[in-house]
T-cell receptor
Framework: GAVVSQHPSRVICKSGTSVKIECRSL??????MFWYRQFPKKSLMLMAT?????????EQGVEKDKFLINHASLTLSTLTVTSAHPEDSSFYIC?????????FGPGTRLLVL | GEDVEQSLFLSVREGDSSVINCTYT??????LYWYKQEPGAGLQLLTY?????DMKQDQRLTVLLNKKDKHLSLRIADTQTGDSAIYFC?????????????FGSGTRLSIRP
């Protein structure tokens, strides 16, 4: 149990376009999901906390207009990288909270050309 | 602010024990976690320990917590090639739906024959 999926697993896009990444809890409902960004050989940096039915809470330094988060159902949160630039290239990982434990998705590798 | 530190690399011989160390700064942490990340994959929760515990053992894994020194360690007995991965130490406040986790930079464990 407690499986979290992400789609797509990797995506390449042109600079200036928008990319949507989905995070799904497959066998449980998650009121809260988290979005992280991982740079090469670096730790995970929390970007935002996504709450079902309400606005996401963004960490300091994360542009909410650039990284749009929607948590419209108890099993799905989406992260949209708007007007992507090469510096947005990274590994994006989501997690879903179940009983005080975060279960992580496999990650999405984004490459912006 | 909160900070979690780990050494970046560890190399051990197959069959030996691996000990990965971590220090943290937030004395109010409720949970301390160890996560495993295999290449190109998301994070897998290996084990966690409550801040009021000194030790937790789970099969080949032993977690030791020295709360006074804010030091956490993970010992993997009889290390196997399948244990090759990056191990992240993390601290969290838990007990609420906003269970923010702060990750260390990860320790890359490599196994030599």
């Amino acid at each position: 149990g407690a499986v979290v999926s992400q789609h797509p697993s990797r995506v390449i896009c042109k600079s200036g376009t928008s990319v949507k990444i989905e995070c799904r809890s497959l066998d449980f409902q998650a009121t809260t999901m988290f979005w992280y960004r991982q740079f090469p050989k670096k730790s995970l940096m929390l970007m935002a906390t996504s709450n079902e039915g309400s606005k996401a809470t963004y960490e300091q330094g994360v542009e909410k207009d650039k990284f749009l988060i929607n948590h419209a159902s108890l099993t799905l949160s989406t992260l949209t990288v708007t007007s992507a630039h090469p510096e947005d290239s990274s590994f994006y990982i989501c997690s879903a909270l179940q009983r005080e434990t975060q279960y992580f998705g496999p990650g999405t590798r984004l490459l912006v050309l | 602010g909160e900070d979690v530190e780990q050494s970046l690399f560890l190399s051990v011989r197959e069959g030996d024990s691996s000990v990965i160390n971590c220090t943290y700064t937030d004395s109010s942490s409720t949970y301390l976690y160890w996560y495993k990340q295999e290449p190109g994959a998301g994070l897998q929760l290996l084990t966690y320990i409550f801040s009021n515990m000194d030790m937790k053992q789970d099969q080949r894994l032993t977690v030791l917590l020295n709360k006074k020194d804010k030091h956490l360690s993970l010992r993997i007995a009889d290390t196997q090639t399948g244990d090759s991965a990056i191990y992240f130490c993390a601290e969290g406040s838990g007990y609420s739906s906003a269970s923010k986790i702060i990750f260390g930079s990860g320790t890359r464990l490599s196994i030599r024959p």
